[in-house]
């Protein structure tokens, strides 16, 4: 069993950055790959940016490319994503996602490869 906690999200302004973070508990952190997902009203659920279980291999999805930026810390059991020159379109609820079956060095981006999710945290970006 692996909890995913998510912070940071809030309201910021077309332009501001805002960092997420995601807190694992539960197993080996090192031992999973993480993702980072997102869900705007009325459309489905995205990834948005994705790491292997070292954090050496990285994958940013087109639309927030050169803006977000995943990392992940296996000593302190997290994933982070710094989010920068925000848009209005980024407005969202925020999911960290745990893949416990990918081999060491995937970079996972399909929804339905995760296993275990957090709650979400909602954020916002005004125009």
């Known amino acids: 069993q692996v909890q995913l906690d998510e912070s940071g999200g809030g309201l910021v302004q077309a332009g501001g950055s805002l960092r997420l973070s995601c807190a694992a508990s539960g197993r080996t952190f090192s031992s999973y790959a993480m993702g980072w997902f997102r869900q705007a009203p009325g459309k489905e659920r995205e990834n948005v940016a994705a790491i292997s279980r070292s954090g050496r291999h990285t994958y940013s999805a087109d639309s927030v490319k050169g803006r977000f930026t995943i990392s992940r810390d296996n000593a302190k059991n997290t994933v982070d994503l710094q989010m920068n020159a925000m848009k209005p379109e980024d407005t969202a609820v925020y999911y960290c996602?745990?893949?416990?079956?990918?081999?060491?060095?995937?970079?996972?981006?399909?929804?339905?490869?995760?296993?275990?999710w957090g709650q979400g945290t909602q954020v916002t970006v005004s125009s």
């Open positions: 996602a745990a893949d416990l079956r990918s081999v060491p060095w995937a970079v996972v981006t399909d929804m339905a490869s995760y296993d275990y």
